[in-house]
């Protein structure tokens, strides 16, 4: 009974002892409770902060749900902008094409340098005027032929001189659908004919595996202009250009014949001179065998000419997988899965690439949290010791 | 969210009042618990830190973090009171920590003055003898005491604020209100 007294004292005197606010500030924090705890400066506060303050205030299922709908709706636009970039490539594709086009031609390969080739260039003209002064000197009828056919050596020098003979070639593949493979060839061969080119083979296959090829000459100063008409005739699935400097063969060949017009020279001035019949002869037989030889160089020089001044274009016309997915151009349910199984398939890989980034991150900031956890209830632990 | 707006004085305010400017259930909630723990949660401070200044800031930090956080209150897990005294209790501990690092706290002298008379004479010397005696506590000892006493939670709530049994909270509150009875064994 007495220690029921007791404990009645003790805890009366100690509810007693109880400490009561200030009214100044009960009232100041009534006032702040009552403004939700908005202080002046907290108007100018950023809006990160403010942002960052109602992401702490969101409940943790809230904060599953925001972070789960945010994570969605990445997913969602990241998988959206790849499966639009991957759809459509062709304004790349096109511009490149562009600049390609624009670029000039590129000296893939050179068999000989370029100062060597000028020189021996130069030393041509110089034997060709050489020869020429030769002939002026010399008065005989039996040159004057000759003497032409030296003047288109000349001439070969100095166009040889004016520009390098560049060999051009081009590979080119469109892709069509089926039914648009013979209008395509129409408008190839359209186009070879407003380049002045040259079709040396083609071939046009009709029904399932529908498709063309073309072997074409294309003047090379149309080159450009031309595989610009062939790209815009339908979708172009690869193109390749080649160059290959023709120069110092072409310089070669110049020389030889050079060489072999003076030995003609040289023999018409011995048969002139000729004083027996035997000898005559004999000269005779060695400058018919020349002037084959000289024709012989003639021809495969003209044939070096042709390479440079005719670029040779391999056209192809292809009926492709992506063309003929569809057989009649329209768009069904096999399709759609087919789209929905890409979409999928696109969103998947953007979640595993997310998730591959993401994850050390989320794992390292967990860990984080976790320590700090423990850290601030074990510091609280110690205060209260 | 302004009250001292959205606080109608009459009827036709009441009804006057646009919608985006009442208290939501939420608010209304908060205040009811503000109101009725306000001057618990200072006591309670107050008696853990021997500081009114440090009181009064332990308290207004409860109550912010309590407001900024209330959407994350689950029921389930205990009363309202009770987390918002964990809040206050986690707050206090910080400023527990931060105290002992910076300076020793100083307890607040208690009044007797205005006592007359024997009975109110013997309560004047307990009090000064209790507030002597709880100087000597422990700080986890003083906590117990100024919950259980100052802030006049139940054993249950005392055991949901500290993370332990009820039974063990009212076997240590026991074990310090002994302590403080013997302490102040002569005057009792």
């Known amino acids: 009974m007495e220690r029921s007294s007791d404990h009645g004292n003790l805890d009366t005197a100690l509810r007693a002892l109880r400490p009561t606010p200030r009214p100044a500030f009960a009232a100041e924090l009534d006032e702040r409770v009552a403004r939700g705890f908005k202080s002046d400066s907290q108007a100018s506060r950023s809006p990160l902060a403010t942002l960052a303050d109602r992401f702490r205030g969101l409940s943790p299922q809230r904060l599953l749900f925001a972070t789960g709908g945010t994570a969605l709706a990445a997913i969602a636009v990241a998988t959206v902008l790849v499966a639009v970039n991957e759809s459509n490539p062709a304004p790349i594709a096109l511009e490149e094409r562009y600049a390609q086009q624009q670029r000039p031609p590129r000296i893939t390969q050179f068999s000989e340098p370029i100062p060597k080739a000028l020189d021996r260039l130069a030393e041509l003209d110089r034997l060709a005027g050489n020869a020429a002064a030769g002939q002026a000197e010399g008065a005989s009828g039996v040159q004057s032929s000759e003497s032409l056919s030296f003047s288109a050596v000349n001439r070969n020098s100095g166009y040889l001189r004016a520009k390098r003979e560049i060999e051009r070639s081009a590979e080119i593949t469109l892709l069509a659908e089926p039914g648009d493979v013979g209008a395509d060839s129409a408008e190839v061969f359209d186009a070879v004919h407003d380049a002045n080119g040259i079709v040396l083979r083609s071939t046009t296959t009709a029904g399932a595996d529908a498709g063309a090829h073309f072997e074409l000459l294309i003047p090379t100063p149309k080159l450009g202009d031309a595989l610009a008409a062939f790209s815009a005739i339908d979708e172009v699935r690869s193109r390749h250009e080649a160059t290959a400097d023709i120069t110092a063969p072409t310089v070669a060949l110049g020389e030889r014949l050079q060489d072999s017009r003076a030995k003609i020279d040289g023999l018409l001035a011995q048969l002139a001179a000729a004083e027996t019949q035997t000898e005559s002869e004999a000269i005779e037989i060695a400058l018919r065998d020349e002037r084959l030889h000289a024709a012989a160089l003639r021809a495969r020089l003209d044939k070096l000419r042709q390479r440079a001044d005719f670029s040779r274009v391999s056209l192809s016309i292809e009926t492709g997988a992506s063309a003929t997915d569809s057989n009649d151009g329209s768009w069904g349910i096999g399709d759609a899965f087919d789209d929905a199984g890409h979409i999928l398939s696109i969103a998947a890989g953007v979640t595993v690439i997310a998730l591959a980034v993401l994850a050390p991150i989320a794992l390292t900031l967990l860990l984080a949290w976790l320590i700090r956890g423990t850290w601030l209830r074990r510091a609280r632990a110690r205060a209260l010791a | 969210m302004n009250r001292s707006v959205a606080r109608s004085k009459g009827m036709s305010e009441t009804l006057l009042a646009p919608a985006a400017e009442a208290p939501s259930e939420a608010d209304l909630t908060f205040d009811r618990l503000y109101r009725s723990s306000r001057d618990d949660i200072y006591a309670y401070a107050a008696g853990l830190l021997r500081d009114p200044a440090a009181a009064e800031e332990v308290t207004a930090t409860a109550f912010e973090r309590a407001y900024r956080k209330q959407s994350r209150f689950d029921a389930r897990r205990g ?55 709880l100087e000597e506590l422990t700080a986890g000892e003083r906590e117990l005491v100024s919950l259980k006493y100052f802030a006049g939670l139940s054993n249950a709530e005392i055991a949901s604020v500290l993370g332990i049994s009820e039974s063990n909270a009212g076997t240590k509150l026991h074990r310090t209100v002994n302590k403080l009875r013997e302490a102040c064994n002569g005057a009792l």
């Open chain 2, 79 to 133: 009363s309202a009171r009770a987390w918002l005294f964990g809040i206050a209790r986690n707050a206090a501990l910080d400023e527990l920590r931060r105290r002992g690092r910076d300076a020793k706290l100083t307890a607040e002298p208690v009044d007797a003055s205005g006592l007359a008379g024997d009975d109110e004479a013997a309560q004047s010397e307990l009090r000064v003898l209790l507030a002597d005696a």
